[in-house]
């Protein structure tokens, strides 16, 4: 199976409420890294975990990484409907390469 | 602002034409990364490229060639396509982290 797999695979949820996505991987990481994409669009950048932090927040975004369990979470908090996309975790060795994880999609009804 | 641009938004090729796919970026970033993605798949890596006539293969380059004769130029080429290559590709590009994605091309092949 794939480095970063997200979990899980679709979240519904109400406007208001709190999403959280958790994503697993295999192997050793330079850092872990949260992407966002609307519908048939790019990838955008989200948050970005190095190996040694445990805990970041950006906004709304709350992230945690657990490299004991090789585990992290995206919680995004007070949602809104401007936050339905899917949302992919990536993990980093080296060389710029980042691996892909095959996403949840969130779906935040007003 | 990053800005990375794929030429086509859309295409649709016939089976064994040569295809181009054209990205280019506009921040001196050493690093380009061609991905598909297909539902259920995620995004998987097709090839990189750490600089100017440097490549690297992915995780899936069997059916791909790329080349990067300019730092802001990166081409995906498809020798000989075939249906089993429709997909949306993404380019991306990074000094580092974070990747900064274009807006993809969905290519169909027919």
């Known amino acids: 199976s794939q480095q970063g797999e997200e979990d899980p695979q679709a979240l519904s949820i109400q406007e208001g409420e709190n999403a959280t996505m958790n994503c697993s991987y295999k192997?050793?990481?330079?850092?872990l890294q949260w992407y966002r994409q609307n519908s048939g669009r790019g990838l955008v950048h989200l948050i970005l975990?190095?190996?040694?932090?445990r805990e970041k927040h950006s906004g709304r975004l709350r992230v945690t990484l657990d490299t004991s369990k090789k585990s992290s979470s995206l919680l995004i908090t007070a949602s809104r409907a401007a936050d339905t996309a899917s949302y992919f975790c990536?993990?980093?060795?080296?060389?710029?390469?980042?691996?892909f994880g095959q996403g949840t999609i969130l779906t935040v009804h007003p | 602002d990053v800005k990375v641009t794929q030429s086509s938004r859309y295409l649709v090729k016939r089976t064994g034409e040569k295809v181009f796919l054209e990205c280019v970026q506009d921040?001196?970033?050493?690093?380009m990364f061609w991905y598909r993605q297909d539902p259920g798949l995620g995004l998987r890596l097709i090839y990189f490229?750490?600089?100017?006539?440097?490549?690297e293969k992915g995780d899936i380059p069997e059916g791909y060639s790329v080349s990067r004769e300019k730092k802001e130029r990166f081409s995906l080429i498809l020798e000989s396509a075939s249906t089993n290559q429709t997909s949306m590709y993404l380019c991306?590009?990074?000094?580092?982290?974070?990747?900064?994605f274009g807006n993809g091309t969905r290519l169909t092949v027919t």
């Open positions: 921040m001196d970033h050493e690093n």
């Open positions: 991306a590009s990074s000094f580092g982290s974070p990747l900064h």
């Open positions: 490229s750490y600089d100017v006539k440097m490549k």
């Open positions: 990536a993990t980093f060795k080296s060389y710029g390469k980042l691996t």
């Open positions: 192997t050793s990481i330079n850092n």
């Open positions: 975990i190095r190996s040694n932090e």
